[in-house]
């Protein structure tokens, strides 16, 4: 980039200040995955929904997803022995919002299973990993909070559920290209 160029984007930056209404949108250009991150306390599972999730490392085995400073699952779930990130399917967006919502139960009427080790796994889903904290990252308002994998598995035939704009979207079946 031209020293020009980068001169006037910085003039730009400061005079326009970023506000979070105007990052969440543009932010919402980008689709991504929705999961559920969740573990046993006390017996009962405990969940919430994350769209902040992506592959990290090969070697060692990390993916990673990022939690809201003003979240009050996360406290309950960070120092879980193991914790279960569930990839939703497009089928579950009933369950997301479940899962995302501030009051109630999140897992009524979910079908759900517990690991030995008291990781929660959300059932028919596109994946699962069953994982254990490796490190947070503080990042502004957010953690930074890498995951890693203990076992995992997918089934390819369960089509993720994708958060697009802040809407929930499917992918579409035999994309064509066009010339």
Do not use: Y
């Not at 994946?127 to 503080?138: G, L």
């Amino acid at each position: 980039m031209s020293a020009s160029r980068a001169q006037c984007l910085e003039k730009r930056t400061e005079r326009h200040s970023l506000h979070p209404t105007d990052l969440r949108k543009v932010f919402g250009t980008f689709p991504t995955g929705v999961t559920a991150v969740a573990a046993l306390v006390d017996g009962r599972p405990v969940g919430l929904a994350a769209s902040s999730f992506t592959s990290v490392s090969l070697d060692p085995p990390l993916i990673s997803v990022c939690v809201a400073h003003s979240s009050t699952t996360w406290p309950v779930l960070r120092d879980r022995a193991r914790l279960g990130v569930s990839v939703l399917g497009a089928h579950q967006e009933r369950a997301c919002r479940r899962l995302a919502a501030r009051e109630g139960d999140r897992f009524a009427g979910l079908d759900w299973r517990a690991t030995r080790d008291g990781a929660v796994l959300i059932e028919d889903t596109s994946a699962w990993f069953d994982c254990t904290v490796e490190r947070h990252i503080e990042a502004g308002d957010h953690d930074i909070v890498l995951l890693r994998i203990h076992e995992l598995d997918a089934d390819h035939g369960v089509p993720p559920l994708v958060f697009h704009a802040g809407g929930f979207r499917r992918l579409e079946e035999n994309v064509r290209e066009s010339l």
